[in-house]
């Protein structure tokens, strides 16, 4: 509750975790079935570039703001960069705004598609549906997402992705808290994809979360995908971020692989980044 994404928006984890979104999202549309979007950690849509939050920290400055000015970039990464691009006003000098992922999948998704959305924070809620107001694909839900997930599954759609993003206040605690809505959540909507976004701080914090991933997924394949641009022995920052992807698109590993080494290359901060793509043995 005390989190505001304002802060971080457009920064290094934000990019790698948005090219992985419009990638996840185009990959499933391939098939013409509708899908549903379900977001546990909304935030408010839209960013600030120039507001108070983004302008103390200027993190979007080795994040994002790399990414606009570069040339030759992998198809994916461009599509995603040409989305940001599209919320910036006429004549902008810089990076005016940030869209979250709300407004990126409301950009992507097809007038069959539909959308949940959760954000627990009263302020960042409102700012969530005035947003979204009069866009009926979207249902907007002032609450818990863990809690969501077990109230509000399955959708009327079979298929769909699950986008599960939090804050990370306290790591073990979060990873257990994700544990328990992912072994709930597959169980009622297993043909769903569920990516989940986490920092890396520590390697040895993450090892437990993947062993457990193994364990219990049962017969879906897990894919997990990192950017690193510190060694992962140092708890003292932020040293990187993954995603573990829970039943992903046909190729999604291809697909990732070639835009993720792009990524590590504009956005490295040391000689010692590193990224990587992978598959976790069942267990």
């Avoid at 920290?57 to 000015?69: D, F, K, N, P, V």
């Avoid at 539909?114 to 249902?139: P, S, V």
């Avoid at 995908?225 to 999604?252: K, M, Q, T, Y």
Wanted: aromatic share 10%; hydrophobic share 45%; glycine share 8%.
């Amino acid at each position: 509750m005390n989190y505001r994404h304002g802060f971080h928006a457009g920064n290094f984890a934000d990019v790698f975790k948005h090219a992985a979104l419009v990638g996840l999202l185009d990959a499933l549309q391939a098939k013409p079935a509708a899908l549903c979007y379900f977001d546990t950690h909304a935030g408010r849509a839209l960013y600030d570039m120039h507001g108070e939050q983004a302008r103390r920290t200027q993190e979007h400055a080795s994040g994002i703001q790399r990414l606009l000015g570069a040339g030759g970039l992998p198809a994916a990464l461009q599509r995603y960069v040409d989305l940001v691009q599209a919320f910036q006003p006429a004549n902008a000098a810089g990076l005016a705004f940030y869209p979250g992922s709300p407004l990126i999948a409301q950009r992507l998704l097809r007038e069959s598609d539909r959308a949940i959305l959760c954000e627990l924070h009263q302020e960042e809620a409102a700012a969530l549906r005035d947003a979204l107001a009069g866009d009926t694909r979207f249902a907007i839900h002032q609450r818990d997402g863990y809690a969501a997930l077990k109230a509000l599954l399955p959708p009327a759609q079979k298929r769909g992705l699950v986008l599960i993003d939090p804050p990370f206040e306290a790591q073990g605690a979060e990873f257990e808290l994700v544990g328990q809505a992912l072994a709930n959540a597959w169980t009622r909507w297993p043909n769903a994809t569920y990516a989940v976004w986490y920092p890396i701080k520590l390697r040895e914090t993450i090892v437990p979360f993947h062993r457990w991933l193994r364990e219990h997924a049962g017969r879906a394949d897990v894919l997990v995908a990192e950017l690193l641009l510190h060694p992962d022995n140092s708890g003292l920052r932020l040293n990187g971020c993954g995603l573990a992807i829970v039943n992903p698109p046909w190729r999604f590993d291809e697909a990732i692989a070639q835009w993720l080494p792009a990524v590590q290359e504009l956005l490295a901060q040391s000689r010692y980044g590193s990224s990587r793509v992978e598959w976790l043995e069942r267990g």
